[in-house]
């Protein structure tokens, strides 16, 4: 998507080779370029490395690769290496290749952990769940757990966190029995804790969750109770000049049996809220500014409704780019559209509004074995693609997990909420259609 812009040249390293299919794909759909043009523009690195080893320590263990990459920065070109992730490996390879990360610097994640994120809440003056931060053990976790419930007698479930838990996965659902008395209580957590403890992820053991929890550390805070609840985020840059921007709010959609599982968003977020989030972010934000943050995350809420108005409560904070980074990207260049901060609205350069639902979990096991050729056949046979005559469709991504995971991400782009979502359930019904067994 950056090749839209003329003078840009991008340098793509990646595990596997990326289909030639794919990258006509994206190609093709940029507005004002020819595809020939964006294509002498774009170089393909590739490590030819499928293992499960980070992508950074594969490139790190190819001094020849990373000579190549250091070639395809022209001469006189100012550059910078975009990454998902900015870890310890990302921070070696800038070295290496003398080129500086637009992202956090490594030494800075303990903000991004869910204890650094409460602590940075606090000091931003963001409302948070009652909890306990900076856990490290199991006996930590029986201690919390029971004071909780000591100081919110009425509370009926707590979470616990590990501080690197990711998309939900790293969260685990515990359920306080009702009518106990502060004894019982205090025996209860003391004898029947462990067994009553469930892991959000279905793959992890309270076994393993626990090792985990003494690895990484974390958090027990309540679980927030709401008849009307939602999930919103909100996305923020710190430019290297020290700006503060907001760039998007979303709607988190959240799944799984203890609803806590990352499906996918709408965006924007609704409006009843979505301007005052955006406040709360920025409050939030100014705080990182002031810690050295730089480039692109995103902060996490629960909101539930009380009467008319909303209470927000911020959860976590994600010092990297996240489900909602690459979806409005897309959006951002396949209209060359606006987003208004004071309005919480995208509006595209003919001043239309757009909105869009995009999830990076359409799956099917039916799914599997669909080759990017075949996706995109049948994306054009049904009229499944993005029209840039009307600047709204369907835009899919992670196409290259498709056959062997039967997995993908799409954006989809409408003039309302409601069309947004009717290209997503289209989506789902023409895939199942053509995949079904005959």
Not at 199 to 227: H, R, T
Request: glycine fraction near 8%; hydrophobic fraction near 40%.
């Amino acid at each position: 998507m950056l090749l839209r812009m003329p003078r840009t040249n991008v340098v793509y390293v990646s595990s596997m080779p990326i289909d030639p299919v794919i990258i006509d794909y994206y190609l093709h759909l940029l507005p004002g370029i020819t595809g020939f043009h964006a294509r002498e523009r774009l170089t393909l690195l590739s490590c030819y490395d499928c293992s499960s080893t980070p992508l950074t320590e594969k490139i790190l263990q190819r001094p020849r690769l990373i000579e190549r990459i250091k070639q395809s920065v022209h001469a006189g070109h100012v550059a910078h290496i975009a990454c998902f992730n900015t870890t310890a490996y990302e921070r070696t390879l800038a070295v290496r290749l003398g080129l500086p990360i637009y992202g956090c610097d490594p030494s800075l994640i303990y903000l991004g952990t869910k204890s650094g994120s409460r602590r940075l809440f606090m000091k931003a003056g963001a409302t948070i769940p009652a909890g306990v931060e900076n856990l490290q053990s199991y006996d930590d976790i029986v201690h919390a757990v029971a004071g909780l419930k000591d100081m919110y007698p009425n509370l009926k479930k707590a979470v616990i966190k590990l501080n690197d838990g990711f998309s939900g996965d790293g969260n685990a659902i515990l359920k306080y029995p009702e009518h106990i008395s502060k004894k019982e209580m205090y025996d209860w957590t003391h004898h029947n804790l462990y067994k009553s403890i469930i892991p959000v992820a279905k793959d992890l053991s309270m076994k393993m969750f626990l090792e985990k929890f003494e690895l990484m550390q974390g958090i027990v805070e309540e679980f927030v109770e709401g008849n009307v609840k939602t999930s919103p985020s909100v996305q923020c840059r710190i430019n290297p000049l020290g700006e503060v921007d907001i760039i998007s709010t979303h709607d988190q959609v959240l799944g799984g049996e203890s609803g806590q599982v990352f499906l996918g968003a709408h965006f924007p977020a609704d409006a009843a809220y979505r301007v005052e989030i955006a406040q709360i972010g920025k409050a939030i934000a100014g705080e990182l500014k002031k810690a050295g943050v730089l480039g692109r995350f995103s902060i996490d809420f629960v909101s539930v409704k009380e009467k008319e108005a909303w209470k927000h409560y911020a959860i976590e904070i994600n010092l990297r780019k996240g489900g909602t980074t690459h979806p409005f990207l897309m959006l951002q260049f396949l209209t060359n559209g606006y987003y208004d901060e004071n309005t919480g609205l995208f509006e595209t350069p003919g001043k239309q509004q757009r909105y869009y639902f995009a999830s990076d979990n359409l799956q099917r096991e039916s799914y599997k074995g669909l080759a990017p050729q075949d996706l995109i056949d049948i994306a054009m046979f049904h009229g499944l693609h993005f029209d840039g005559a009307t600047q709204k469709g369907v835009m899919f991504h992670m196409i290259g997990a498709l056959s062997q995971f039967g997995k993908m991400g799409v954006v989809c782009i409408g003039e309302s909420p409601e069309e947004a979502y009717s290209f997503y359930t289209r989506t789902f019904e023409v895939l199942d259609a053509e995949t079904a067994v005959k």
